[in-house]
């Protein structure tokens, strides 16, 4: 099987380059090319073509197929369905703010965490993205909207920490100066709550944002909606928030969806501003997004909620709702696909 060549460091294809006899520079030639988008090695003009066909031999350049494109009339936000190169289907969302425009993107094809409230894991986990089909969501929205993407989210389809290894190495292409050069304090790498995961990311100090998923502050109900809870529960999960904070120094921004009867009582607020006591945190409290699926609802308490956390000295806002005219939640569309015309989702 080919590899991918677009999930290659610089380093690694120079020294691929220098085995098949060609000059150290065309390792850093071919990674800019595979950076600008191109979906084949014919396109890299001032490349020999000798190379070019040796290198199609070898490797293999997949490139994103947009099978359904959904624009906001509202907001400008963009959801794209990808295709991937094996027909499997991930979701990608351009969202575009004052301060730049924010692309979030998937890390695997569904997901086996199983959180209640969201759609993207009623199929289950198919498998995991390799560095280089994330870097093309982000590549080839940019592409394809013609817009600049100055920051990036990792709060798509899937858990990144359980494709750590493969989004380890995607941060170092997207975060190369040959390359999109998007520097770390502008991605946010969202967690369930896979402790392991958070404890190597505070070791590396990579200074991006750490997002956890927080959703309940206690083990009872965090356990109910959340299976990962049963694997590390809430405790550990806070115990391993405060050691990040004080390996890196980071603010940890807490997401937190609010479900009417669950998770939105007062004593639940109290208890995080407790758990959160001597680390800055960010609670951003979002407004639950209806699955059909699933009987939990939106929270009628959500601002009430946040005004107890502010008073008692804990930040917290409620996120912005965009997308809300083409369904931009996380998985939606996919599921969707799944369902309506069988694409392998």
Request: glycine letters at 8%; hydrophobic letters at 35%; one cysteine or more.
């Amino acid at each position: 099987m080919k590899r991918d060549i677009r999930s290659m460091t610089p380093e690694e294809l120079t020294a691929s380059l220098r085995e098949l006899g060609e000059p150290a520079f065309r390792g850093k030639q071919i990674f800019a090319w595979l950076h600008r988008g191109v979906r084949s090695f014919d396109e890299m003009s001032d490349i020999a073509k000798p190379l070019r066909e040796k290198l199609a031999g070898i490797y293999r350049i997949d490139g994103l197929r947009a099978a359904r494109k959904q624009c906001s009339r509202t907001d400008g936000t963009v959801k794209y369905l990808w295709e991937l190169h094996d027909g499997n289907c991930i979701e990608t969302v351009l969202m575009r703010y004052h301060h730049g425009n924010t692309v979030c993107i998937s890390s695997q094809v569904g997901c086996r965490m199983g959180c209640a409230f969201c759609a993207s894991t009623l199929g289950g986990k198919i498998r995991d993205l390799t560095p280089g089909e994330m870097l093309e969501q982000v590549i080839f929205t940019q592409l394809d909207s013609g817009l600049p993407v100055s920051n990036i989210v990792l709060m798509g389809i899937g858990e990144p920490m359980d494709n750590l290894d493969n989004v380890l190495r995607f941060l170092e292409l997207v975060n190369h100066p040959l390359g999109l050069h998007i520097g770390m304090r502008h991605i946010s790498l969202s967690t369930c709550g896979v402790i392991p995961g958070i404890r190597r990311l505070g070791e590396m100090d990579l200074q991006l944002t750490l997002s956890v998923s927080l959703h309940a502050p206690d083990s009872e109900t965090r356990s109910r909606i959340m299976p990962v809870n049963r694997a590390y529960d809430a405790e550990e999960l806070f115990a391993a928030c405060h050691e990040y904070f004080q390996k890196t120094g980071r603010r940890i921004s807490f997401e937190y969806a609010m479900i009417d009867g669950v998770n939105d009582a007062d004593w639940q607020a109290d208890l995080i501003v407790k758990k959160l006591r001597g680390m800055p945190g960010h609670v951003n409290l979002i407004p639950l997004n209806d699955v059909a699926e699933s009987p939990l609802k939106p929270s009628r308490r959500v601002r009430a909620f946040q005004q107890r956390l502010e008073r008692q000295g804990v930040t917290a806002t409620v996120r912005r709702s965009l997308g809300g005219d083409i369904d931009a939640s996380c998985g939606q569309l996919r599921r969707k696909a799944m369902e309506s015309e069988g694409v392998n989702v």
